[in-house]
């Protein structure tokens, strides 16, 4: 496929925008071609400035469950700003939006919203800070909370697409309040916890991490983290911004039934416009300004566009339950997609977990970041341009995820392993 246009765009680009991006993993530097500029979308595709169209598997990094241009949103967020795109004070559909949230995640009893997953983390954890009177907080390699200082220690997604170990500008004294454990050892937390545990304030996880590719939690791995975090008195918070509203309704924590303290939530409750949020037990949430000593503050938090493009999600996963048909969907993705590899000879490992996934180019099985380390990243670059060629769109990076949504058809399906046929030839 010819991408010229997307390259003169993307030179354009970085005359103004520092490497041309405002994400870096759009960059593409890791699967070494030239970034696509996009110049439409619709349903479970994704158009370029070139007139190439492509399956889309990114659905904006996991936001668009329901793909691209669903009608209900576009007539929630033109209806709504019929009304105002902003007034900085409250308005019904935040209040809404929340209501909708508290339906499906129980161990949300208060919220707030604010406009990002990195804005949420930030301020859960100052909350954590400020409710236990301790600084410390325990999280995992590989797992990826957002870019704010003292959690891109050790973190996954664009910072290991990046080869960057953790980041300059973070003062050490901050990162030193970071204490890392990998993830699915639960031992190595209880070892943190005998050390740490009066000085730490909250455990951070992805209770189904998806910033090393998808990697699923061992058996008593959530339990044990729970367990511990009751035992030493530290807030346990679930980083859900991916998987909240993707693997079910009730997030990771309704399919392991195991409650969090705090929930971050963020991307599908925005309908595909910025959002953020964060909630959990009412005795941990008032400690949050104006009701107390915490402040947080935004003035674009809660706005009337990301709240009725939210609603308007949630409203639809709520009545019409699509989970069972995209787990469903994308199995035969998955399945196909292993079938063609072991008949090529080619070894590869495919983490699932109902509409999210992630191909390993690796012999060996994927349970915690270092064994996510050892995938060819090289072959992975190579899979991911021919794919591109064939107008597939794969996760520009061996450590993100994959997204099916409602969109997705069955055809897509068939062209997609019927790329893959081709790569493995």
Not at 27 to 49: C, E, I, N, Q, R
Not at 249 to 277: C, F
């Amino acid at each position: 496929m010819a991408r010229s246009l997307s390259r003169k765009k993307y030179n354009r680009a970085c005359r103004s925008i520092v490497g041309g991006v405002n994400s870096p993993v759009r960059a593409f530097k890791a699967v070494k071609t030239a970034p696509l500029v996009v110049k439409k979308a619709d349903k479970a595709y994704l158009y370029d400035v070139d007139g190439n169209k492509y399956i889309d598997y990114l659905m904006s990094w996991g936001a668009l469950i329901t793909g691209h241009k669903y009608p209900a949103v576009i007539r929630a967020i033109k209806k709504a700003a019929d009304k105002g795109t902003s007034y900085g004070l409250s308005s019904e559909p935040e209040c809404e939006l929340a209501e909708l949230i508290k339906k499906a995640f129980p161990s949300i009893e208060l919220l707030r919203l604010v406009n990002s997953g990195t804005e949420a983390v930030m301020s859960a954890i100052r909350l954590a800070r400020g409710y236990t009177g301790r600084n410390k907080i325990i999280k995992f390699e590989g797992c990826y909370h957002g870019h704010s200082d003292g959690l891109l220690v050790k973190a996954g997604s664009g910072v290991a697409t990046l080869s960057i170990p953790d980041t300059a500008g973070v003062p050490a004294s901050i990162a030193a309040e970071t204490l890392i454990a990998p993830y699915n050892n639960i031992e190595a937390v209880k070892r943190l916890a005998e050390k740490f545990g009066k000085d730490t304030a909250c455990i951070i996880v992805e209770p189904i991490a998806a910033n090393m590719g998808v990697v699923l939690p061992d058996k008593n791995f959530l339990r044990g983290l729970r367990e511990i975090a009751d035992q030493i008195g530290v807030v346990l918070i679930f980083d859900e911004v991916i998987t909240g509203f993707r693997v079910a309704l009730g997030g990771a924590q309704e399919i392991y039934n195991i409650k969090p303290d705090l929930t971050i939530l963020g991307k599908i409750i925005g309908g595909g416009l910025p959002i953020g949020a964060f909630g959990g037990k009412r005795k941990i949430m008032q400690f949050l300004a104006p009701m107390g000593p915490v402040y947080q503050a935004g003035t674009l938090s809660g706005n009337p566009l990301a709240a009725s493009a939210g609603i308007a999600v949630l409203k639809y996963l709520i009545k019409s339950n699509p989970y069972p048909e995209l787990d469903k969907k994308t199995c035969k993705l998955v399945s196909g997609l292993g079938s063609v590899f072991e008949a090529a000879a080619i070894d590869v490992q495919i983490n699932q977990i109902g509409s999210m996934f992630t191909i390993f180019f690796s012999c060996n099985p994927v349970s915690d970041y270092t064994s996510a380390k050892l995938s060819d990243t090289l072959k992975y670059a190579d899979f991911f341009r021919r794919m591109l060629n064939s107008g597939v769109l794969l996760p520009p990076s061996q450590f993100e995820t994959g997204f099916l949504s409602i969109a997705h058809t069955s055809q897509n399906v068939r062209k997609t392993i019927e790329a893959v046929k081709t790569f493995a030839k």
